[in-house]
């Protein structure tokens, strides 16, 4: 399984972003996936999660009701759109996959290569 993160930028506060994460491979309807991000000097952080049917997902409280993870099986592809973008929100973004729904980085078998997103004032 390989992924494929795009669509960071940079941004101005209150703008907004989509992630797109292509995923390799014939059952990615099997895999949960998430997005995690990490700031410089922080640990990874859980951002959002959906489960393979894309009927559950999960956020972080510091990204409920701005960001909205959602995925199209037929295109292998996971999003992250973003709106209401803060300072706060830069880090490089990853998106992963794994069989179990989870929150936790540590989980996640694999992992894509990460975009950097940049919100300025």
């Known amino acids: 399984v390989q992924l494929q993160a795009s669509g960071g930028g940079l941004v101005e506060a209150g703008g907004s972003l989509r992630l797109s994460c292509v995923v390799s491979?014939?059952?990615?309807?099997?895999?949960?996936m998430g997005w995690f991000r990490q700031a410089p000097g922080k640990e990874r952080e859980f951002v959002a999660a959906v489960t393979g049917s894309g009927l559950n997902t999960v956020y972080a409280d510091s990204v409920k009701g701005r960001f909205t993870i959602s995925r199209d099986n037929a295109k292998n592809t996971v999003y992250l759109q973003m709106d209401s973008l803060k300072i706060e929100d830069t880090a490089v973004y990853y998106c992963?996959?794994?069989?179990?729904?989870?929150?936790?980085?540590?989980?996640?078998?694999?992992w894509g290569q990460g975009t950097q997103v940049t919100v300025s004032s």
């Open positions: 992963a996959a794994d069989r179990s729904f989870t929150i936790i980085p540590r989980d996640y078998a694999y």
């Open positions: 491979g014939r059952t990615f309807r099997g895999y949960a």
